[in-house]
Antibody, heavy 117, light 107 residues
């Protein structure tokens, strides 16, 4: 069965960076892309960007340009999200999702990133 | 593209019909609109894509309609497990955007 398994919760200080992983299984990794979406506590969903599973091409939401990186490691079927220069407003659950022609059909369980001094 | 979902909260009883609205600030290209359901503490799950196509395994009491700027998610005969938050998302333009969500709560 198709699964996306994300890494565990993280705590970072303001100004630091965080890297979240998302390991895919149950399908051919390179045939689908991925998106990253975050959700601040009690808030709605916020789209962060997209990465191609075949070639690693990326499209980032303008809000995160300059401090976000999405990468893939094909041998391990893993996609990564790195967010730099963290502020308290970056405290959120970060979700990876498989992208099928624009819609997100399978989701990871989410990774809580807490920014705290 | 800004998506506005109405109402913010819908209070209904099991067996009733839920009608959720999603309005876009400009015409959504090729009806590239999806609906997701999210329950507390869980990831969203895909219900509808391309405005009206049910995702695999989604019960037929869920239906999507609309085009252009106005889209609707209808849940016929609410079941207890349907009480959740519902989000629309457009994927016709970059960046993709979500609506702010509609909470369907037990009356």
């Amino acid at each position: 069965q198709i699964q996306l398994e994300q890494s565990g919760p993280e705590v970072r200080k303001p100004g630091a960076s965080v890297k979240v992983s998302c390991k895919a299984s149950g399908y051919t990794f390179s045939t689908y892309s991925f998106t990253w979406v975050r959700q601040a506590p009690g808030q709605g969903l916020e789209y962060m960007g997209w990465i191609g599973g075949h070639n690693g091409n990326t499209v980032y939401a303008q809000k995160f340009q300059g401090r976000v990186s999405m990468t893939i490691d094909s041998p391990t079927n893993t996609v990564y999200l790195q967010l730099r220069s963290l502020t308290y407003d970056d405290t959120a659950v970060y979700f990876c999702a498989r992208d099928d022609r624009g819609r997100s059909d399978y989701w990871g369980q989410g990774t809580l990133v807490t920014v705290s001094s | 593209v800004v998506l506005t979902q109405l109402p913010a909260t819908l209070s209904l009883s099991p067996g009733e019909r839920a009608t959720l609205s999603c309005r876009a600030s400009q015409s959504v290209r090729e009806s590239s609109l999806a609906w997701y359901q999210q329950k507390p503490g869980l990831a969203p799950s895909l219900l509808i894509y391309d405005a009206s196509v049910r995702a695999t395994g989604v019960p037929d009491r869920f239906s999507g309609s609309g085009s252009g700027t106005d889209f609707t998610l209808t849940i016929a005969n609410l079941e207890p497990e349907d009480f959740a938050v519902y989000y629309c998302q457009q994927y016709g333009y970059s960046p993709r955007t979500f609506g702010q969500g509609t909470k369907v709560e037990l009356k």
